[in-house]
C-alpha cells in the first residue's frame, strides 16, 4: 500500500492532523535567530586556542589574575566576534537567497474555478496550479494536463540533474478535459502515493479519480526547481512541498573540510601548550620551595600578616595558585592573533583569485571563484587530480563529422584527434631538433600521412556553422542525388530529419530555426540533416514535416510524415525507433542506437553493408568520434496493426511490470532491420587542455580520466589531451565474459583480473629503464572488481606506479568510490575537477572539489570548493595561487 494521502483541490485537509504536511517554506541556512548564538559559539570554541582563551579569561575574574580582567576577555571577544559576525554574513546571504524563492509567485486555485496569485511559500499539499512557459515548478506536482492537446509538455531539469536537453512529460488521458480554468470548479481526486524520498527517476503511485484508479508513473510527475519550457501552460497538483520534495531530500549538507596547515596549527598549539604547562609547573615548584624557605626570614613582606596566596604554613596551596598566575602571565606563548590573521589573510587571498584576470572567460563573462577559503594553500599540495571527460575536458558540444551511408565513407575533415596523431608522426619523423610547436605552426598545409592519405592541418578552415563542420562535396548542395545509391541516401537523410524527439524554435528577430533537443547529438543530427538539404520545421501531436530540397524536380517540397509511434531512447535500450507512415501510405520503422544493438537486430537481407560500416565504425572510433548506427524496416499493414494492439495494451497496463512489457513488445517489432549507415559526431577538446596537462604533469601531478565513454573512445581521447604520449607503455585491464554460470563467471572475472594486475606489477617493477613512462587503461566492469576490499589495494599500488590512468564506462557512485580510494590509499592531497551533477560526488568526496561553470548547469559548481570556467585555468589554480597562498600561509605562521 501506499502510505502519502493527497486530497486534489482541498489542500485545508493536509494543513490539520492527521495529515499535516509541511508547507512549502525551504530554508537552506545553518542557523535562524534562536540557534544562532549556542551555535556559532560552540563553533569558534572547537578551536583548541580559542578554548584555551577562554579558560584563561575566566581564570582571569579570579583574584590570581597578575592584572586586570579586561586585557584578557577584549582580544577574546574581538577575535570570537570577527568569526562570529563572517559566519553570520554568509548565513544571511543565504537567508536572502531562500527568501526569493520563497517569495516567488506562482497562480493557485481559490475556489469556484477561479486563480489567483500566491506566494511559493503559502502553496499547500493538494493544491491546484497553473505555470507558465519559462517558469519554475514551485513543488512536485502531479501534469493533469497542459496546453497541448494530447497533455504532453516538456521540462528542462538543469537544476536537478546538469542535463540541458529536455524531457517529455505526458498526462494521464483521463484528466486532458481539465484544460480552462473552470474546469477546476468541482474537481476532486485522491492520490495515493510514496512518502517523500530523494530518488529523481522513480515515483510509485495511482490516482483515484471518477471511482476509477489509474496507476501513475515518472513521466507525469513534475519535479520542483525544473522549468517548464515550449509549452503555453500546464495544469498540475502538488504532492510535495518544502523539504518534502526530491529536490530538497537530494541536497546534502556539504561536508566540511579542513586545510592540513589548519590541523598542523591545532598540533602546534597543542606543543605550546605542553611547554607553557611546563615552565609553569617549574616556575609554580620554584615558588612554593622559596616560600617555605625563605619567606619566614623576609622581614619586609611581614609574613606573620600574609595571606593564603604566599602562606608559609602551606607552601603546596601557594604554589598551585601560583601555577594559575604563571599560566595567564606566559599565556601570551600562545598567539591568540595567528587565527585571526589567517582569516584575514585567507579572505585577502580568496580575492585574488577571484579577481584574476588571467582566469576570466570572454565568451561566458565568468570569474574563477573561491567558494570557501580555508582550503587555498591546499592548492598547492595537490597530488592527484581527478577528472570527468565530457564537458569538463571536451566542450559538450557535437560536431557532425562524417558519415557511413552504404558502405561508402563521407567526411574529409580531420578530427582532432586524428590532426594529434599527425602531428606526432610528423615531429617523430622529422628530425627531433624541431621542437613539436614548428611543425603544427609551420606553412605547410598539408601532412602526408602512411595510406597516402592527406589532409590539411592550416590556420585556413573556413568559419562552419554550430553543429556541422562537415566537408563533402559528393553530398553537399544536391550533389548526391548523382551517388550511385541514392534512394539509400535519401533513406539516411530521412532517418536522421524524423527519428527524434526534439522540438523547432523559431527565432522572432532573425525567422531562423534552433532546436531543442535532448542531447547534443541530436541537435547537430538534425543541423545535418538541414544542411543536406532536409530542413525540419514543425511538429504537431501527430506528424513532423520536412522541407525537402532536392528530391523533386520542382525545388523545395513540404512534407508531412504522420508519426504512429514513438519508443524512446534510455539507457537500457540505447536505441529509440520512430514509426511513421509516409506519403505514399507505407508504414516505415526507422531506429537509430549503439552500433552492437543494431547489428544484433539486422535481417539476413539487411547485412548488405555490415563489414563495411563496421570498418568505418572502426575507424570512427579511433578518430576519438562519437557514432551511432542508423536502420529502417518496411512494416505490412497487418503487422502493424496487431503490434500496436498489444503495445497499447502494455501501454495502459497498472503495475510494476509496466516497464518489462514495453520492452518486450517493442523487441517484437524492433528486429529484421536493414543496415543503412553510421553517423560519426566530434566532441570537441576545450581550448588549452592539453598544453595544460602536460605542465601539469611535469610539475609531478598525477592525473586520472574518470568517464563515461567506452574504451576506444577514451583511449583516443588521451592521446588528443597528451594524456597519453607515443612511446608509453599501455596496461589496460579488462573483463572477458565467459560462457560459464553467472556465479563462477563472476569469480572467473575476478581471478583473470587478479592475474592481470599481479602480472602488470612485475611488469613495472621489472623494468629497466628510468624513464619509462606507463599509462593504465581499465573499464567499468573490471573497475567493480578493483574495487573490492580484497583487491582495492593491489590496484592502488599499480596505479600509483602509472603516469596516467583512465577509467572507462565509470558511473557516478563509482567515480566518488575511486576518488576515496585515491585519498584514503595514499594519504595525499586530492583535487576533483568535474561540470555535472554526475560528478557531485566525486567533488565532495576529494580533499578539494573544483566545479566547472560550463554548459551542465550548476550542480557541480554548488557542491565545489573552487569554480573555474574552464580547464585550463587549472594550471594557473593549482601552480600560481596555489604555490603563493601556501608559501605565504606557511611563513606567516
Not at 553530398?475 to 541514392?486: A, I
Not at 551542465?856 to 600560481?880: P, T
Request: charged share 25%; hydrophobic share 40%.
Amino acid at each position: 500500500g501506499f502510505s502519502r494521502i493527497v486530497h486534489c483541490n482541498n489542500s485545508i485537509l493536509h494543513r490539520r492532523k492527521p495529515l499535516k504536511y509541511p508547507t512549502n517554506y525551504i530554508s537552506t541556512t545553518k542557523y535562524n535567530v534562536l540557534t544562532f548564538l549556542p551555535k556559532a559559539i560552540f563553533e569558534q570554541f572547537r578551536r583548541v586556542a580559542n578554548l584555551y582563551f577562554l579558560l584563561t579569561a575566566i581564570l582571569s575574574l579570579t583574584p590570581v589574575c597578575p592584572f586586570s580582567p579586561v586585557s584578557m576577555i577584549a582580544p577574546l571577544a574581538f577575535v570570537v566576534g570577527l568569526s562570529m559576525i563572517k559566519e553570520a554574513l554568509e548565513d544571511w546571504r543565504r537567508f536572502m537567497q531562500d527568501m526569493k524563492v520563497n517569495n516567488r509567485k506562482v497562480s493557485v486555485h481559490k475556489g469556484d474555478g477561479e486563480f489567483e496569485f500566491r506566494h511559493w511559500e503559502d502553496l499547500c499539499v493538494g493544491d491546484v496550479v497553473k505555470v507558465e512557459k519559462d517558469q519554475f515548478f514551485p513543488a512536485d506536482l502531479l501534469l493533469l494536463s497542459s496546453s497541448y492537446e494530447d497533455g504532453i509538455c516538456y521540462v528542462e531539469t538543469m537544476n536537478l540533474d546538469g542535463e540541458t536537453n529536455l524531457k517529455l512529460k505526458r498526462s494521464l488521458e483521463v484528466t486532458l478535459p481539465l484544460e480552462e480554468d473552470e474546469t477546476f470548479k468541482d474537481f476532486r481526486g485522491v492520490i495515493r502515493c510514496e512518502d517523500p524520498n530523494a530518488s529523481l527517476y522513480t515515483f510509485i503511485g495511482n490516482l483515484d479519480y471518477e471511482r476509477q484508479v489509474y496507476a501513475l508513473d515518472p513521466s507525469q510527475i513534475l519535479l520542483r526547481d525544473s522549468k517548464l519550457r515550449n509549452t503555453a501552460f500546464i495544469y498540475g497538483v502538488v504532492i510535495f512541498t518544502g523539504h518534502d520534495s526530491k529536490v530538497m531530500q537530494n541536497s546534502t549538507e556539504s561536508p566540511s573540510k579542513r586545510s592540513r596547515i589548519e590541523k598542523k596549527m591545532d598540533l602546534i598549539i597543542y606543543i605550546l601548550f605542553t611547554v607553557l604547562v611546563l615552565i609553569s609547573l617549574i616556575s609554580s615548584i620554584g615558588f612554593a620551595v622559596r616560600i617555605k624557605l625563605d619567606l619566614p626570614r623576609w622581614w619586609y613582606l611581614q609574613p606573620q600578616n600574609s595571606n593564603k596566596l604566599d602562606d608559609p604554613t602551606r607552601p603546596a596551596l601557594s604554589g598551585i595558585f601560583h601555577l594559575i598566575t604563571a599560566l595567564i602571565l606566559y599565556g601570551y606563548l600562545i598567539p591568540i592573533s595567528l587565527y585571526v590573521s589567517i582569516e584575514v589573510v585567507k579572505v585577502a587571498q580568496a580575492h585574488f583569485i577571484n579577481q584574476d584576470i588571467h582566469m576570466f572567460d570572454e565568451e561566458t563573462g565568468n570569474t574563477a571563484q573561491a567558494r570557501t577559503s580555508n582550503l587555498n594553500e591546499e592548492l598547492g599540495q595537490v597530488h592527484t587530480i581527478l577528472s570527468d571527460k565530457t564537458g569538463t575536458l571536451t566542450c559538450n558540444q557535437m560536431d557532425f563529422l562524417k558519415c557511413s551511408i552504404a558502405g561508402v565513407s563521407y567526411g574529409v575533415r580531420a578530427s582532432e584527434v586524428e590532426r594529434a596523431a599527425a602531428k606526432q608522426m610528423a615531429s617523430g619523423a622529422a628530425d627531433q631538433d624541431i621542437p613539436v610547436q614548428d611543425v603544427w605552426e609551420s606553412n605547410e598545409d598539408e601532412i602526408q600521412l602512411v595510406e597516402g592519405v592527406t589532409f590539411s592541418v592550416g590556420k585556413t578552415q573556413k568559419s562552419s556553422i554550430k553543429g556541422f563542420s562537415f566537408e563533402d562535396d559528393r553530398l553537399m548542395q544536391g550533389h548526391w542525388t548523382n551517388e550511385p545509391n541514392s534512394n539509400m541516401l535519401l533513406m539516411f537523410f530521412r532517418i536522421l530529419a524524423i527519428c527524434h524527439t526534439a522540438i523547432p524554435e523559431v527565432n522572432e528577430a532573425t525567422g531562423a530555426l534552433t532546436y531543442e533537443a535532448e542531447s547534443p547529438d541530436e541537435g547537430a543530427f538534425l543541423v545535418a540533416a538541414r544542411e543536406f538539404g532536409f530542413e525540419f520545421f514543425k511538429r504537431t501531436q501527430a506528424s513532423v514535416f520536412i522541407k525537402e530540397k532536392y528530391t523533386s524536380s520542382n525545388g523545395t517540397t513540404e512534407r508531412e510524415f504522420k508519426i504512429l509511434n514513438l519508443l524512446e531512447f534510455n539507457s537500457k535500450r540505447k536505441r529509440m525507433t520512430v514509426i511513421m507512415r509516409d506519403e505514399d501510405n507505407r508504414i516505415v520503422l526507422l531506429c537509430k542506437g549503439a552500433d552492437t544493438i543494431i547489428f544484433d537486430r539486422l535481417a539476413k537481407n539487411g547485412r548488405l553493408y555490415e563489414p563495411d560500416t563496421t570498418k568505418h565504425l572502426n575507424e570512427y572510433g579511433e578518430a576519438g568520434l562519437r557514432t551511432l548506427a542508423l536502420s529502417y524496416r518496411m512494416l505490412e499493414e497487418s503487422e502493424y496493426e496487431s503490434w500496436n494492439a498489444e503495445f497499447l495494451k502494455a501501454k495502459t497496463s497498472i503495475g510494476p511490470d509496466r516497464e518489462l512489457q514495453l520492452e518486450r513488445v517493442a523487441d517484437l517489432i524492433e528486429k529484421e532491420l536493414i543496415l543503412v549507415g553510421a553517423t560519426a559526431v566530434e566532441d570537441k577538446l576545450q581550448t588549452g587542455v592539453p598544453q595544460c596537462i602536460d605542465r601539469l604533469a611535469q610539475a609531478g601531478l598525477k592525473i586520472w580520466v574518470l568517464t563515461g565513454d567506452k574504451m576506444e573512445t577514451a583511449i583516443n581521447i588521451g592521446y588528443a589531451c597528451s594524456l597519453l604520449r607515443q612511446g608509453m607503455k599501455q596496461i589496460s585491464l579488462s573483463t572477458t565474459a565467459g560462457d560459464q554460470v553467472a556465479q563462477d563467471a563472476q569469480k572467473a572475472a575476478k581471478e583473470s583480473l587478479m592475474l592481470q594486475i599481479a602480472n602488470a606489477s612485475q611488469m613495472v617493477k621489472l623494468e629497466k629503464d628510468p624513464d619509462a613512462a606507463f599509462a593504465l587503461v581499465i573499464d567499468g566492469k573490471a573497475l567493480t572488481f578493483a574495487l573490492e576490499d580484497d583487491m582495492k589495494n593491489m590496484f592502488l599500488n599499480l596505479a600509483v606506479e602509472c603516469a596516467s590512468v583512465i577509467c572507462c564506462r565509470v558511473s557516478p557512485r563509482q567515480k566518488a568510490l575511486v576518488t576515496r580510494l585515491v585519498k584514503e590509499g595514499l594519504g595525499k592531497t586530492t583535487l576533483a575537477v568535474g561540470d555535472g551533477a554526475n560528478d557531485v560526488g566525486m567533488i565532495q568526496e576529494a580533499d578539494i572539489g573544483v566545479g566547472i561553470s560550463g554548459v551542465e548547469g550548476m550542480q557541480a559548481v554548488m557542491a565545489s570548493d573552487f569554480s573555474i570556467s574552464q580547464f585550463r585555468f587549472l594550471e594557473r589554480l593549482l601552480v600560481v595561487h596555489g604555490h603563493w597562498c601556501y608559501k605565504r600561509i606557511a611563513q606567516m605562521v
